[in-house]
Structure formats: C-alpha cells, structure tokens
C-alpha cells in the first residue's frame, strides 16, 4: 500500500512480551515496562505501563497541538491548554477487545463556546490520531472555558 500522506518524520519502536514486556523507541527516548493490570486478569506489577497509557499520553499531546494549531489560524491563543485523554478498554459485543477514548480540554482563556469550535475543529480536521481512530474507536471531547 502506497502512504497517503507526504512523510516528515518516522519513529519506530520494538516490543518484546507484548502486554507483559518492553517497549522502546529505537532513539531510547521511550523506554518502559508493561504488564497487563490485575482488573485484565494480569499481575499488575507496580511501575508499569499498559498500551493504553502510551496512547493516551501520545493522543493528548496531539491533540493539544492541534487544538494550539487551530486556535492559530483563527488568531486565538490555546498553547495553555491542558488536554486529558482518557481511554479506556474493555470486551466489544463482536469479539475481541476495543478501546474508548474521552479527550477533555481546558483552558480558562477562551470562552467555552469558542473553545468547543476550536477543538471540534481540531477532531475534526487536524489531530492524526482523531483521524486515525475515526469510525473505529468512540471518541467523546468535552471542554472547559471561561
């Protein structure tokens, strides 16, 4: 398959062990410990991380520079923004495993009603992983403004 985008940057990482492993990025930036939790029937080891918390962690800075982004190119100032991203995982009725993604962002700058415009914006036509995760994952995006 043929990329549909124009490449700027590439990141690679390995995993050996899947959810009870290692992850690492090849430049070392990113390197954890994984186990998967004692609610997942796992042994939960203190310290370690999940998938979902590098996704959570990589879909909220995303979607905060989106968000700065938009808020840019509508003359607006977002970069205090503070983005929480939940995301959540659990049985889907079809099989298999799914996640749920809430995004939350604040910013006591802006009004609540500009910074929804702003941030549908950013979901809608910016952030990667929103694009990504479009019409396979639940993503809901609340907001807190002025």
Known sequence: MISP??????????????????????DGIVSVDLSVPKAMGGPGKPGTATPEHLFAAGYAACFGGALDFVAKSHKKDASKATTTCSVSIGPREAGGF??????????????TAELQALANEAHEKICPYSHATRDNVAVEVTVEGA
């Open 5 to 26: 985008i124009k490449t700027l940057v590439t990141i690679t990482a390995s995993s050996t062990g899947g959810r009870n492993g290692h992850s690492a990025t090849e």
């Open 98 to 111: 799914g996640l749920a993604v809430k995004l939350h962002v604040v910013d006591r700058s802006l009004p």
